[in-house]
């Protein structure tokens, strides 16, 4: 048989040369497709090196590695990034047109090739199988034994890590064989073969420890550049066989290797790093998409599509997501990460689609684009670009429209719901003010009913046993009640109603604003157990009275801090202290007495089922305040200062003012009164006369003309407008109201006044001017009484009364029967019924040197002074009569014995004694918070300050709150008014002298009080004079 070589010599060959190499291709063969299929089924075939051993030994793989034998580590350098070159192939042009055949064909042999049909394949006609030139033979050494074992390792633990068994960063360690490899040189094969073999492994002249394998897609493929170069024809089937004979290591296109494998000394380990760790070369490809396609004929894509045949579902859809994205949005060119996009891909689940920052995260050039995704209109540039934006503007035109319609929807709603919230507020408060109406009508013929029967049986009720229910509630308005500090503590300033106990029938329940503490209580038990005491004059005949009188307090006095509800409306929200009065009063005749009138009265006492012996709410608000006193006074008939009333704008203000100073040239100060403000709160004062710069030519004018002509001059007119045009800056400039706190500016106190109305009255030109208040009572049965009279005191300027002396001594008490007798019968006529006080002021005429008598105002409840009032009449044991002014009491004990001489010699009765008090409500010092109310009365008891039972004279204290302790109620009782004016004073010099020290004065009242008390006395002293001398 002949061989010709590539020179065209023709060498004479041995037929049993060629049956062993026949022989030894098939052998190889064997080995290299078992190497193969135990790499598919993840093997790792460890081959010993032992000289022994034949090379494909059968025993079954080993998987672990042994503990104890050295371990090698194999490092993989890192493939470099261009394909590497390959020789020229020898074989011919025409092989390249087989294709795919022809390598298929050449895998079936590799297989199986002791197929007979797979042997035919080799003698095809078109084929020429040329089969290497051996010279001689020779076995294989050790050395190469070696290598070829340790590149079978790396063949299968690279199929291990492709195939995701093994993770590419992990460290593979090798068993290091028994045997010790040696480097040896690999056989000389003829020029030819190396010319012709691809899957070439060339040594390292210089490292021997270096072994270079081709690279393995230009092994099948070629040289591969998607943009960079052409596609390499494939090399011929004879080739690949000569290549994988002559070579030690045969490489199969599956696995992809493109790398180094650097083979170490015998004393170092075989390592592998994560900088240098095994991978495919697939991973570090990129694949080009521009405008959204990709080639998916270049042999890059199929290489990696083979590489990754098990996951290539999961990766196709990914691609395709990407491939429409970019497409959409026409990106010109998108460079993907094929490493990057298996990973991903094996990460995605087919039934949901990639996020778009997924598909970002693939691609390498990621910024440049993001920046072409994110410019505006880009989406409309790509497929599909023209029916997108169309949609788009179709959408936006329908959520235009849709949104109009929805907010005018909205709106719609939003209008329905705001009428239909306000119509059902509307109803329900309608029916609530129905309700209210309905129940306070009720209320209001309930009282009327009881009224009746009240006076019907009047006169046998007052002579009866009864119970007394006594509530001092300040039923003011709201806005009122805001205005008053510590309205519970001046709510609880008529303690002295206690003393309707003195009536032996008679049984008090009294409803407190204050929560009292037991010393407070066990105060005044022992206060009312003087009455005892005081009858006869023995100190030790105290008796305990607690039967006589209750002392409640509503639980709901701290459920509604805030809203400054009247003592009246807590007591109706208290169903405890309801209960327990019912319990008190059931089976008996009982009746109410309030304080200033409230709606929630009449619901207290249709809760109790008892009359109340007072006015009603609507009768109060007409005839109550100053306009309405004002009516009523003129109704009477009697005195009032020169004044207007009803005022309620600043024009008729200006002009009723400018018109009473005309007519009044002689009064130097007027005042400004609110209709529902009481106790002087809401009143304030102008000297206009001294302070009206015209008023010295209005005076000229009013003298050129008489009385009568003086109204109808032109004088009186330009006068007029004169006044009217300078009062309102004067006004601005020279007002001072009473309570500097609430109104600090004559704007405020304007508003307010102007708000609620008001009165505008003269204020009597005169040195000395008396303030007096007399109460009185018309009975159920119509029947007038005055019960109380006084001359006020005026510790707080002198247009507030803050005390009372009794009886009055200013005016002639005929004058003032009278008077009080017309407002009576005016005030019963109009529906008032109870008690009401009227407030009076008498001074003498400057010019007429005459006692004039003005009635200033009208109060329709039960005042302080009628609560003091029957405080000393329960201590004297004695009885007021204000027709004649006297405050007539039994003796005391020196009286009697002197008065029992006198009537040993006439054999006259003993006549009564006749005394006088001083009282207040009112008195005010910061520093009786510092010390005990025990304490305090100690100290005063030491300086002689306290009452003789006895005597029946002395000073008594009122003790409201134990909290805040910075009231007092003080009322002193002896037989000469200047005597007793004089122990008052010193009383509050003595209180002051104890709670003070020389740098803490603190605020109080005292030294006003005092100061006017001086101004009294020095009065009283001109009076007895002026009585001595008349006298003979």
Not at 54 to 73: I, M, R, T
Not at 142 to 163: F, K
Not at 449 to 469: E, M, P, Q
Not at 1015 to 1022: D, K, N, S, Y
Request: charged fraction near 20%.
């Amino acid at each position: 048989m002949e061989n010709m070589n590539l020179k065209g010599n023709v060498e004479a060959v041995d037929i049993g040369d060629l049956r062993r190499a026949t022989g030894r291709a098939e052998l190889g063969l064997r080995k290299h497709a078992e190497n193969y299929f135990n790499a598919i089924n993840r093997q790792v075939l460890t081959i010993s090196s032992a000289g022994n051993k034949e090379v494909n030994s059968k025993e079954p793989p080993k998987w672990g590695l042994h503990g104890g034998a050295p371990q090698k580590q194999l490092v993989l350098p890192r493939v470099p990034a261009e394909p590497l070159s390959v020789q020229a192939c020898s074989t011919p042009a025409q092989h390249v047109s087989q294709g795919s055949q022809q390598v298929e064909m050449d895998i079936k042999i590799m297989l199986d090739p002791e197929t007979m049909d797979n042997k035919a394949g080799l003698k095809h006609h078109q084929d020429e199988t040329r089969l290497p030139l051996i010279t001689k033979k020779k076995s294989t050494p050790l050395e190469c034994i070696g290598i070829v074992q340790e590149c079978h390792l790396l063949v299968g633990a690279l199929s291990l890590t492709g195939q995701r068994l093994l993770l590419p960063a992990a460290k593979i360690a090798l068993q290091t064989p028994p045997g010790v490899c040696k480097a040896a040189p690999c056989p000389e094969f003829p020029r030819q073969h190396k010319k012709s073999a691809v899957g070439e492994i060339r040594l390292d002249p210089e490292n021997t420890n270096t072994i270079t394998f081709p690279n393995p897609k230009q092994a099948i493929y070629g040289t591969y550049s998607s943009s960079r170069g052409s596609i390499a024809p494939l090399p011929s089937s004879s080739s690949m066989v000569s290549a994988w004979k002559s070579k030690p290591v045969w490489m199969y296109p599956a696995q992809q290797l493109e790398c180094e494998v650097q083979i170490p000394s015998q004393t170092q380990p075989l390592q592998t790093s994560p900088c240098h760790s095994f991978q495919d070369p697939c991973l570090d490809w990129d694949i080009a998409v521009c405008y959204g396609t990709v080639d998916q004929k270049s042999p890059g894509f199929l290489a990696f599509k083979q590489h990754y045949h098990l996951s290539w579902g999961s990766i196709l859809a990914f691609l395709e997501h990407t491939e429409k994205l970019l497409k959409d949005f026409a990106v010109p060119l998108a460079m993907i990460n094929c490493q990057k996009l298996a990973q991903v891909a094996s990460e995605f689940e087919l039934e949901e689609n990639p996020t778009k920052s997924a598909i970002l995260s693939v691609i390498k050039n990621q910024s440049a684009v993001e920046k072409i995704l994110n410019r505006p209109g880009q989406r409309y540039k790509g497929q599909g670009g023209p029916e997108v934006a169309a949609r788009k503007i179709q959408a936006t035109w329908r959520r235009h429209r849709a949104g109009r319609a929805a907010a005018r929807s909205r709106q719609q709603q939003w209008a329905a719901g705001v009428i239909g919230a306000s119509w059902h507020l509307h109803h329900h408060m309608a029916h609530v003010k129905k309700a209210l109406k309905e129940s306070r009508q009720r209320h209001l013929e309930n009282l009327s009913v009881r009224a009746k029967h009240l006076a019907a049986n009047w006169n046998r009720i007052r002579t009866s046993r009864r119970t007394i229910i006594h509530i001092p509630s300040l039923g003011y308005s709201q806005c009122i009640r805001e205005q008053i500090p510590d309205l519970a503590l001046q709510q609880n300033m008529q303690l002295g109603r206690l003393c309707d106990i003195l009536d032996a029938n008679v049984d008090v329940i009294y409803i407190c604003p204050l929560r009292l503490s037991e010393d407070l209580l066990q105060y005044y038990h022992k206060l009312l157990g003087l009455q005892a005491a005081v009858r006869s004059g023995n100190p030790e005949d105290m008796a305990d009275l607690q039967d006589r009188f209750k002392i409640l307090t509503p639980e709901a006095i701290n459920s509604f801090p805030q809203h400054h509800m009247c003592l009246a409306t807590q007591l109706k929200y208290s169903p405890k202290t309801i209960q327990r009065i019912q319990a008190l009063i059931q089976g008996r005749d009982a009746y109410m007495v309030g304080g200033v009138p409230h709606q929630d009265e009449l619901a207290v006492a249709d809760m109790l089922q008892v009359p109340i012996l007072g006015s009603g709410p609507e009768v109060a608000q007409q005839c109550s305040t100053k306009s309405g006193s004002k009516r009523i006074f003129a109704s009477a008939g009697v005195p009032t200062p020169p004044g207007e009333s009803d005022i309620h704008s600043q024009e008729q203000m200006v002009r009723a003012l400018s018109r009473l100073i005309l007519d009044n040239m002689e009064v130097q100060r007027w005042l400004f009164k609110v209709n529902d403000e009481s106790g002087g709160n809401g009143t304030a004062y102008c000297d206009v006369i001294s302070h009206l710069e015209c008023y010295h030519w209005v005076q000229k004018e009013q003298q050129r003309h008489s009385p009568e002509m003086w109204r109808k001059s032109q004088a009186w007119e330009l006068a007029l407008v004169e006044i009217s045009q300078e009062l309102p800056g004067l006004l601005a400039q020279h007002v001072q109201p009473l309570n500097e706190k609430r109104f600090p500016t004559w704007e405020k106190f304007l508003q307010t006044f102007l708000t609620q109305g008001g009165v505008i009255e003269a204020f009597p030109h005169s040195t000395r001017v008396t303030n007096l208040t007399v109460d009185m009572l018309i009975e159920p049965t119509g029947e007038i009484q005055i019960v109380s009279s006084g001359d006020q005191l005026h510790a707080d300027g002198p247009l507030r009364s803050s005390g009372t002396t009794i009886p009055q001594r200013s005016v002639d008490p005929e004058v003032l029967t009278s008077l009080c007798s017309k407002i009576g019968e005016t005030c019963r006529s109009k529906g008032v019924l109870g008690y009401f006080s009227v407030d009076f002021v008498t001074f003498t005429h400057p010019q007429t040197m005459e006692q004039q008598v003005w009635a200033t105002d009208l109060d329709l409840c039960y005042s302080d002074q009628l609560a003091l009032t029957q405080l000393a009449l329960y201590l004297t044991d004695g009885n007021l009569d204000c027709g004649s002014s006297c405050l007539g009491a039994p003796l005391g004990s020196k009286q009697i014995q002197c008065q029992r001489i006198q009537h040993e010699r006439t054999k006259t009765p003993p006549p009564r004694s006749t005394q006088c008090a001083v009282m207040s409500t009112q008195l005010r010092h910061s520093n009786l918070s510092g010390i005990y109310y025990n304490l305090l009365l100690q100290r005063c008891k030491a300086h002689g300050v306290g009452f003789d039972i006895q005597e029946k004279q002395g000073t008594v204290f009122l003790l409201y709150d134990d909290q805040k302790q910075y009231r007092l109620g003080v009322i002193t009782i002896g037989e000469d008014l200047q005597g007793v004016l004089l122990t008052f004073a010193r009383n509050l010099f003595i209180i002051h002298q104890e709670i003070s020290a020389p740098n803490t004065q603190g605020e109080t009242n005292f030294k006003m009080a005092i100061r006017d008390i001086e101004a009294i006395l020095g009065v009283t002293a001109e009076t007895k004079l002026k009585l001595g001398e008349e006298q003979p």
